[in-house]
């Protein structure tokens, strides 16, 4: 074991290639970056056998020897959270190098929708290797154009940690690695804080999650304007930031740009948006080896969507091969041409963001927005537009689906729903549009007739923002499925 301690890093690795090609590692070609990772992947594999646990698992499935090839690599299995938990909770019996031997940081999730308690171990070492190559590529591809000019330029985020969750220690590892930035670590803040932290001379980014973004709205209503004008960038964790909110936001404060920071306490970060008007995500280069994956854990053809797939390549000695995060993505063309050589992706909701009909899954996020294109083509309102948020509430024993939207002029819209749809319009509407919420791999599995046998009834429900109707989770964030019944 002592000898995983003193091999070379991965961070090591990508310098000394940045050396020979004289050129960044993220601007390296493609070919030259697969191979140095698959490298990586085969050192992992040998130092992960060298655990009994890990040995057990990958012999298991067949794998007794390094992978010499990608599509081999495909034959490690795949890891849950619940392979986590097993492996890094209690005795942690999946690390390579004991807890006795110091320098490593406990993790914990605060995102489990089991609400069991979720830990992963990193050593320190290696976190910061990962910090300072996510924060480096961050301030390169994602912020210089946004801070810009000869002012002191700031990055806030209003992620904190308590009761063990780590969100704000992994994320602010990376802020705090971004050149040239001054990092502050605000937590929840109120409108004179955030008035407070705005009047610093200089440029702003703020990071938070999507509820957290949402709200800088109306922290901000009351807020000079040279303040607001100086907010450039605000960056949502993962999930989606109605368009509402982002209206609202683009309204008060001028110059802003809205991107996703896509990541997870067990990988700080996936994919970062670096286009506003396009909402594919780039990973860091180096920082994970990415897979999109069908059910057979082979990854699905660009334009396909898939599961998410880790692996850290800084993770010597506590490994975690291969882990599903609960999110879907849809695999994009990598970038190619001069500058940045990376991976796209494009998120596409939760796992668990799945319509339950019977025998049939259909995706919510695409149920959604084919609610919304018949709602505009009805003429009865652009959900899209006015909603502050929305959830599916699928009461499986009833039969019944509601979609809950919570806007402003409640009364307003139900009746104008009630009027224009019928008494059994808001039915047809939802048998219409479902069809269209079938994977590519279903299409034609239901149509409205078949949907309409299943015996579901459909609703759609305008609620008050903040309603209680709609379920938040403890940090405030709003799933878009919730299963009753």
Not at 42 to 47: A, D, K, L
Not at 230 to 243: D, I, N, Q, W
Not at 321 to 334: C, N, S, T
Not at 431 to 438: E, F, G, K, Q, Y
Request: charged residues 20%.
């Amino acid at each position: 074991m002592e000898a995983v301690t003193v091999l070379p890093s991965f961070a090591s690795k990508m310098r000394e290639c940045e050396r020979v090609c004289q050129t960044l590692y993220s601007e390296i070609p493609h070919e030259v970056q697969d191979a140095l990772v698959q490298r990586r992947l085969q050192q992992m594999v040998n130092t992960a056998m060298l655990n009994p646990l890990w040995r057990e698992r990958l012999r298991g499935a067949g794998v007794t020897s390094a992978p010499t090839t990608y599509e081999e690599w495909q034959r490690v299995p795949l890891s849950d959270k619940d392979v986590q938990r097993d492996f890094f909770m209690d005795t942690r019996p999946g690390l390579v190098v004991p807890l006795t031997r110091g320098d490593f940081e406990v993790v914990a999730s605060g995102g489990t929708s089991g609400g069991r308690p979720l830990e992963v171990v990193y050593a320190l070492r290696e976190l910061r290797d990962t910090y300072e190559i996510a924060g480096r590529f961050m301030g390169a591809y994602q912020l210089a154009g946004h801070l810009a000019g000869t002012d002191p330029k700031w990055l806030f985020t209003t992620l904190a940690d308590y009761q063990m969750w780590s969100s704000g220690t992994m994320v602010g590892g990376v802020l705090q690695q971004v050149p040239g930035v001054n990092y502050v670590g605000a937590g929840p803040v109120t409108a004179p804080v955030l008035e407070h932290m705005f009047s610093y001379r200089g440029p702003k980014a703020l990071m938070g999650i999507s509820a957290g973004i949402a709200i800088l709205a109306e922290l901000g209503a009351g807020m000079r304007q040279e303040y607001r004008e100086s907010f450039r960038v605000a960056l949502y964790g993962s999930g989606v930031l109605p368009h509402r909110k982002r209206v609202e936001l683009q309204a008060l404060y001028p110059n802003l740009a809205i991107l996703s920071y896509f990541a997870a306490t067990q990988a700080e970060t996936i994919g970062l948006q670096l286009d506003a008007a396009s909402p594919y995500l780039s990973s860091v280069p180096g920082l994970h080896y990415i897979e999109i994956v069908d059910e057979e854990g082979r990854p699905v053809p660009e334009g396909e969507e898939g599961e998410l797939v880790v692996t850290r390549l800084h993770a010597h000695e506590a490994p975690l091969l291969r882990l599903k995060l609960g999110d879907r993505m849809i695999r994009r063309p990598r970038t190619e041409g001069p500058g940045l050589k990376t991976q796209q992706f494009e998120f596409a909701g939760r796992t668990g963001d799945v319509l339950h009909i019977n025998d049939s899954q259909y995706s919510a996020a695409r149920a959604y927005t084919a609610v919304c294109d018949e709602l505009k083509a009805a003429d009865v309102v652009d959900l899209a537009e006015v909603a502050h948020d929305v959830q599916f509430v699928n009461f499986r024993e009833g039969k019944t689906i509601t979609l809950f939207a919570a806007v402003d002029d409640v009364l307003g819209l139900t009746y104008r729903s009630d009027a224009v749809l019928g008494p059994y319009g808001a039915q047809q509407l939802f048998v219409n549009a479902l069809p269209r919420a079938l994977s590519l791999f279903n299409h034609g599995e239901a149509n409205a007739a078949s949907i309409e046998r299943t015996g579901y009834t459909f609703q759609l429900k305008f609620v008050p923002r903040l309603s209680a109707e709609i379920e938040r989770t403890a940090v405030g964030k709003v799933p878009l499925v919730r299963d009753r019944g």
